[in-house]
């Protein structure tokens, strides 16, 4: 039987549907709204696990190049692997669902949102979010839910809910916000330097969407929700708990506030195996083993909690506010073309920024339109970084961290027109305790200024925390608001909150909440302890450089001009035929627009200027008065026809070779030899005379 469900937004209807399509998943709801849609499915394992201490959750978001009327790029015309769009989206739908699945469920999940329909006005991720809640919502799957999202854009002073995407173009601050009806729990967006009020503002405004897209799957689970799987929950408890949890506090309590994430990382695993070797026999059962283990991590919890909400100090012995020690160097490296090395405690980013031509931009083909980027950012977490052994991979995680680094520093990178290099930051992470994706925005600032790119201005990022603690009815009676926290505290803590900008505002920011919403007054203390916090971090990096060095010697050398839009085909020449030779002669590329721009890169700065100056042969018209370096083409009886421009050739008559008589013209000239001429006049029939003698007296 279909069921649907609707809500009036704006003037199309935004529709709930199930029953019709995706009848053997454990859920499936068809979303539209407008001309886009999506079909969510959701399935679980037909086997439960007992015992299991994390959700096996898998969102699969894909975009189908037929929901916006398109064959997909290349030689290959089927979708494949996920687009870093793709792996966005699928984070973006799996942070605030994965903590309100029961752990006891003990099956495998996967959430499979698929954009079937997509008109190019309406984004298809905030559909993606409420479709996936939807179908789990509806589904026979134990679940902590309903979620909804929804994207805020602060607009000439106004919020605009859910803004199209030209909307988005035009945005002072645009946010994804997702969460529950009882308050959000994800927040991720960027701005044009927003002030911390406006960033407060438009998660205010996001918080009405989202109730009401929590009560509009309510209703449809009413209508057709199925009955909840049993949950596989592990009917066994610690034996000796107490007796073990009085041995292990104290010695855990020495070793969990050592100095070092590795001198603690040993003591603690030291603790554990003398605790465990006493308990060996009972710890042979592998239940017994896992609630040990858990135990051991509760006790972890309760220490560092207690230690920061009582006395304000944390593992490392900083106080709340206090930012680990900084130190910044540049051009660290011998020949790339700007590099920075970024180490914040335990935490370092090695920066590297490479300029390359309008041809290395990233060309992006997908529904939303085919678009280049001038500005990439890349970001590596290679295992080493934590003292471990693994693959070296790209996956979901780097995708993320390394797009939050760059939307952070993306605003105040310079245009094309302002800077024609293409502008790539690849960001290895060295070592890592706390935020590298924020040490990446430090790090990538830095690099892109030693490479000579005129940043607008100086952007840095800090993560923060929160502790809670109940205090009678009041579920955030005592906290303590964490600056630059550890990985430790991130696992930990209730918020982990990334914030960047510049000494005038955001740029980019990022949050996750554990628990049940954040109240304003939190978010305000939080924001306003990141500025600061942000304004130290910049005062350190302006130490290290405050302004763009001269561009590397190693990086291609760019001009640029502009030429009439009449004379593009003239440039370009029957089937390239004139680029591709001042291509050749010169060993340049030139790259022309549609707006008569022309660039020109060489490998040197001379080769660069000539190009320029030939392409200026060819498509400015010759001016009267002007002395011209020709060249002799063709020499005859009563003169020589000289090329004083590509495919421009002018008569110097053998009376303007010289003052005193000439009586052949090759006693003066030859074939193939260069020399200065003035041009005389353009006649009627457009023909150039010119003077050898008048030229040469000018130059004198």
Do not use: W
């Amino acid at each position: 039987m279909v069921e649907r469900v609707t809500y009036k937004l704006g003037d199309d209807e935004l529709i709930l549907e199930t029953g019709k399509i995706g009848k053997q998943a454990n859920g499936c709801v068809y979303a539209q709204y407008a001309g886009t849609a999506i079909i969510a499915t959701v399935c679980a394992s037909s086997d439960a696990t007992e015992g299991m201490d994390f959700v096996p959750v898998t969102v699969d978001y894909n975009e189908k190049f037929y929901a916006a009327g398109k064959i997909p790029g290349g030689f290959v015309k089927r979708e494949g692997r996920p687009k870093d769009k793709e792996i966005l989206v699928s984070r973006l739908i799996d942070r605030p669902m994965r903590p309100l699945f029961e752990v006891s469920f003990g099956r495998e999940i996967q959430i499979v949102p698929t954009c079937v329909s997509t008109d190019g006005v309406h984004t298809p991720d905030i559909l993606a979010v409420i479709a996936s809640s939807a179908a789990v919502t509806i589904s026979d799957i134990p679940f902590h839910g309903p979620v909804a999202a929804c994207r805020v854009a602060y607009i000439n002073g106004e919020y605009v809910i859910n803004p199209t995407f030209q909307q988005i173009e035009k945005a002072e601050l645009e946010i994804v916000v997702a969460g529950t009806a009882e308050g959000f729990t994800m927040v991720e967006g960027g701005a044009h330097e927003a002030s911390e009020e406006v960033m407060l503002g438009a998660l205010a405004k996001a918080q009405g969407f989202i109730t009401e897209m929590c009560h509009l799957q309510e209703e449809l689970q009413k209508k057709c929700g199925k009955e909840k799987l049993p949950l596989a929950p592990l009917n066994v408890v610690l034996e000796n708990a107490e007796q073990i949890e009085a041995e292990a506090t104290p010695l855990l309590k020495e070793a969990c506030f050592r100095d070092g994430k590795m001198n603690r990382g040993k003591a603690i695993k030291a603790v554990k195996k003398q605790v465990s070797e006493k308990y060996a026999a009972q710890l042979e059962d592998e239940h017994q083993k896992k609630l040990f283990d858990a135990l051991f991590d509760d006790i972890q919890y309760k220490l560092l909690r207690k230690s920061i909400i009582e006395d304000g100090v944390r593992i490392d012995g900083r106080k709340c506010d206090e930012i680990r020690p900084i130190t910044c160097e540049t051009n660290i490296l011998p020949r790339p073309h700007g590099s920075a090395l970024f180490t914040r405690g335990e935490t370092q980013s090695l920066a590297v920024t490479t300029l390359g031509t309008a041809l290395d931009e990233q060309v992006y083909d997908d529904i939303d339109g085919d678009r280049s980027e001038h500005f990439i950012l890349h970001y590596n977490f290679p295992p080493y970084s934590v003292g471990e052994v693994g693959r070296l991979a790209t996956g979901r995680r780097e995708i993320g961290h390394g797009n939050l680094a760059r939307r952070s520093l993306a605003p105040m990178v310079p245009s094309r027109e302002e800077f024609p290099y293409t502008i790539r930051v690849v960001s290895e992470i060295m070592e890592s305790n706390g935020s590298s994706s924020q040490a990446s925005t430090c790090g990538g600032c830095l690099s892109m200024l030693a490479a000579g790119v005129p940043m607008k201005k100086m952007v840095a990022g800090i993560a923060m925390g929160l502790i809670t603690e109940p205090e009678g009815d009041n579920p955030y009676g005592r906290y303590k608001i964490l600056s630059d926290i550890l990985g430790e505290e991130d696992h930990l803590g209730d918020m982990d909150f990334k914030v960047a900008g510049t000494k005038d505002g955001i740029t980019g920011f990022q949050m996750d909440i554990k628990i049940a919403g954040v109240t304003t007054e939190i978010m305000k203390k939080a924001l306003e302890q990141a500025r600061q916090g942000r304004l130290h971090i910049l005062s350190i990096m302006e130490k290290c450089i405050d302004k763009p060095a001269p561009i590397s010697q190693y990086a291609p050398k760019i001009l640029s001009m502009k030429i009439p839009v009449d004379k593009i085909g003239a440039l370009i020449g029957p089937g390239g035929k004139n680029i591709k030779a001042l291509c050749a002669d010169y060993g340049v590329t030139i790259n022309t627009d549609d707006d008569g721009t022309v660039t020109i890169y060489g490998k040197t700065g001379e080769a660069a200027e000539k190009a320029k100056k030939a392409v200026k042969g060819i498509t400015e018209d010759p001016e009267v008065g002007t002395i011209y370096n020709g060249t002799v083409k063709r020499i005859m009886d009563f003169g020589a026809f000289v090329e004083i421009l590509p495919g421009k050739e002018g008569l110097c008559h053998i009376s303007k070779l010289s003052r005193s008589r000439v009586s052949k013209v090759t006693d003066v000239l030859k074939e193939g030899q260069q020399i200065p001429v003035k041009l005389l006049e353009v006649d009627k029939m457009g023909r150039l005379n010119l003077s050898y003698i008048d030229a040469i007296e000018e130059q004198k």
